[in-house]
């Protein structure tokens, strides 16, 4: 079973910004479409961002244009860059591995003042 280990949560202000990690196991890592997903308090997991092994992104609506996700084969890491951080924002953030469907504990993002 592959490991997702996602890291970089916490407390931020409104405006402010966070880089959250995830780092996997998998050895074919840089063939794999990975994933972000949030669930906030009462809702549903959600989709946040996407990105194929060719670096081709897709991004929720409510977060284009403020987050970016990026990931680093050689070290098999995943990344999401969140700025412009908004209350909405807050939620557990998790990585997933889309091709083999293992998902990380999650990291806690509370964005208040």
């Known amino acids: 079973q592959v490991q997702l280990v996602e890291s970089g949560g916490g407390l931020v202000q409104p405006g402010g910004s966070l880089r959250l990690s995830c780092a996997t196991s998998?050895?074919?890592?840089?063939?794999?479409?990975m994933g972000w997903y949030r669930q906030a308090a009462g809702k549903q997991r959600e989709l946040v961002a996407k990105?194929?092994?060719?670096?081709?992104?897709n991004y929720a609506n409510s977060v284009k244009g403020r987050f970016t996700i990026s990931r680093d084969n050689a070290e098999k890491m995943l990344y999401l860059q969140m700025n412009r951080l908004r209350p909405e924002d807050t939620a557990v953030y998790y990585c997933?591995?889309?091709?083999?469907?293992?998902w990380g504990q999650g990291t806690q993002v509370t964005v208040s003042s």
């Open positions: 990105i194929a092994r060719g670096g081709t992104t």
């Open positions: 997933k591995d889309e091709v083999l469907g293992d």
């Open positions: 998998t050895t074919i890592f840089s063939f794999n479409t």
